[in-house]
């Protein structure tokens, strides 16, 4: 990807760790996108619903919860996924600090299940596709154990940062930071807050 002002890929090298006695790693989800979160669809509706969410921006209207702010604002450097609804609410949560994006941060994928005679909100398509890709449905999209494979190079990468800085912080997606946040857990970090299906949602994970 190429670097724009005060956004760089994350190919480039990264600090050489040195000790610190506190570890912080803040794994937040996005703002509300520009997009309907909740429209009832049809199976195929909720197909194109998927795409439509994933090429949304943030919500023009949408503001940064200020305790938010408080915990990255002055943080030197923020992490990112490559979606617009991610970098985007990094950049309104840490207008100052130098934004790395990278695609290792997306969401795990949904496929959209073929259940004809349905209609539903996206919201419980969404909850079926999840529970359906646990369970082997993914038809040409990243796998349960790619994704968990994934979340633990992305936690390689907040640790490092967590090392050489104190705190690392990561705007990204609901369930993938679910994923990361599991992996920091295996590694010793204790878990402050909860994983909530609700935008700006952030969790601190702290370690000794």
């Known amino acids: 990807m190429t670097a724009d002002r005060g956004k760089k890929a994350l190919s ?3 600090p050489v760790p040195r000790a610190h ?6 794994l937040i989800r996005h703002g509300q996108p520009a997009i309907a979160v909740s ?9 194109h619903y998927i795409d439509a969410y994933e090429a949304a921006g943030l919500d023009p209207g949408e503001a940064a919860p200020e305790d938010i702010q408080e915990l990255v604002g002055e943080l030197a ?13 990094a950049r309104a949560l840490a207008p100052n600090a130098e934004l790395v994006v ?6 795990a994928p949904l496929a959209g299940p073929p259940i004809p005679l349905l209609r539903m909100r996206v919201t419980k398509w969404a909850v079926i596709a999840r529970v359906l890709w646990y369970a082997g449905y993914h038809p040409g999209i990243e796998n349960y154990r790619k994704a968990k494979h994934r979340a633990a190079a992305a936690a390689d990468i907040l640790l490092r940062r967590a090392q050489a800085d104190g705190t690392a912080a990561l705007v990204a997606h609901g369930y993938f930071n679910f994923l ?3 992996e920091l ?3 010793g970090f204790r878990k402050l807050g909860t994983h909530r299906a609700r935008f700006w949602n952030a969790v601190r994970y702290e370690r000794d």
Do not use: C, Y
């Open 180 to 182: 990361i946040g599991r």
């Open 185 to 187: 857990r295996r590694r």
């Open 39 to 47: 429209p009832r669809e049809s199976h195929r509706g909720f197909r």
């Open 12 to 14: 480039v090298d990264l």
């Open 21 to 26: 006695s506190a570890l912080r790693i803040i």
């Open 77 to 89: 450097t923020v992490f990112s996924s490559q979606k617009k609804r991610a970098h985007e609410s």
């Open 102 to 107: 990278d695609p290792l941060f997306a969401e």
